[in-house]
């Protein structure tokens, strides 16, 4: 359900889950398959990782830049003196910082069929990449440079984490790559970590690997969430503290029916232990045409957005999440619904 407080009408795709267990913490239409952007550069980390383990492809291989690979925007390489980077720096490159010029030489390389083609042997549902990446997109070409859903990057996610994205050693070259991203602006926001130094060893009690993607009209995050050894509080029991009308009369007509209640409520509090979370968020609006003065950006509604964004990350870490109206809605704890 869109949020009331929108200014403009956005769709949205929500979803994480708990990858060990397969409870799903949020959902909201999950299945929605909307623009996507850079998420869709996964899918290139991923069949140039497999093609580094069959040896089709030396990751050390100088791979030069072509007139048809130009492209500005995100990334660093355009900006570089070399001409050639190995196919492995590609990678780091593309992981890090987005980027668009590594991207589409890598795909040149790549080839986009395998890269479909390796999307569908390892049974990879939701999660498409339609074309290289554009400054503009004509009559000609795909609308968009990729779509997905966020079931399907959660499950893709939570696959990556054990290792079941076409091996144990490519899951983990891909998660390797995405270590580094330094973009921390949209969900991640919420959990104050360095967007230049925050892998494992730089912050030990929360471990974030994920990807994000911007366009006009469009914001979008997944990744992994691993918090360790963290209290949480029964949301149900806050819940009935907070909204229950019978509850809260209660307490304001009695000074120990507060005691009594927080005493109830920590009967209810827990500890996890690292805990690791499959996320995705995606948003997708209507923008007017470039030309358009109301089209500038950041705009009211992309703040809103990053806003609500940050809102999810943050209660994805403490069991409760927003719904956008004022109130909070409780974990959904289903464990049938593992991808």
Same mark, same amino acid.
């Given at each position: ?20 267990t ?8 999950a ?7 850079? #998420? ?22 100088p791979?030069?830049?072509?007139p ?6 995100s ?11 190995? +196919?492995?720096?590609?990678? /780091? #490159?593309v992981?890090?910082?987005s !980027? ?5 030489v890598?795909?040149?390389?790549? $080839? ?6 390796t ?10 990449l =339609? !074309?290289q ?18 079931r ?7 696959? #990556? =984490? ?11 070259t891909?998660?390797?790559?995405? +270590? *580094? ?14 967007? #230049?130094?925050?892998?494992? *060893? !730089?912050?030990? %009690? ?8 911007? !366009?006009? $009209? ?9 918090? =360790?050894?963290?209290? /949480?509080?029964?949301?149900v029991?806050? @819940?009935?503290?907070? =909204? ?5 009369d209660?307490? *304001?007509?009695?000074p ?6 927080? %005493?109830?409520?920590?009967? %209810? ?5 690292n ?5 995705a968020?995606? *948003? @997708?609006?209507? /923008?007017g ?17 990053? +806003? ?11 069991g409760?999440?927003p719904?956008?109206? $004022? ?13």
């Open positions: 359900m869109e949020p009331s407080w929108l200014t403009t009408p956005v769709e949205w795709s929500v979803s994480a889950i708990d990858v060990r397969g409870d799903i913490l949020v959902e909201e239409s299945d929605r398959v909307l623009p996507c952007a850079s #998420l869709g550069k996964v899918l290139v980390l991923i069949e140039a990782a497999r093609q580094f383990q069959a040896r089709s492809l030396d990751p050390n291989q791979i030069g830049r072509a048809e690979d130009a492209v500005g925007d990334g660093l390489w355009q900006d570089l003196r070399a001409s050639q980077l190995p +196919a492995a720096d590609l990678c /780091v #490159l992981g890090a910082v !980027d668009n010029l590594a991207t589409n890598l795909l040149r390389t790549l $080839g986009l069929d395998a890269v479909s083609a999307a569908h042997a390892i049974g990879l549902e939701g999660v498409t =339609h !074309d990446v554009r400054d503009k997109r004509g009559p000609g070409h795909p609308a968009h440079l990729a779509t997905a859903s966020a399907g990057l959660t499950c893709l996610f939570a696959r #990556l =984490h054990r290792g079941e994205i076409v091996s144990p050693a490519v899951s983990e891909v998660l390797g790559w995405l +270590a *580094a991203n330094t973009d921390l602006s949209m969900v991640a926001s919420a959990w104050g970590l360095d967007p #230049l130094a925050h892998r494992p *060893a !730089d912050r030990p %009690h929360l471990g974030l690997v994920n990807k994000t993607g911007s !366009d006009r $009209g469009v914001r979008a995050e997944t990744g992994l969430v691993t918090v =360790h050894d963290r209290m /949480v509080h029964d949301p029991v806050r @819940s009935r503290m907070v =909204h229950d009308p019978v509850v809260h209660r307490v *304001a007509h009695d120990m029916a507060h005691d009594r209640m927080a %005493h109830d409520r920590m009967a %209810h509090d827990r500890v996890i232990h805990q690791t979370i499959a996320y968020v995606l *948003a @997708s609006w209507e /923008v045409p470039r030309s358009a003065p109301e089209a500038s950006e950041p705009s009211r509604t992309v703040l809103e957005v990053l +806003a609500r964004m940050a809102a999810i990350g943050g209660q994805l870490t403490v409760v999440v719904t956008g109206d $004022g109130h909070d809605r409780p974990v959904v704890s289903r464990a049938s619904a593992a991808p």
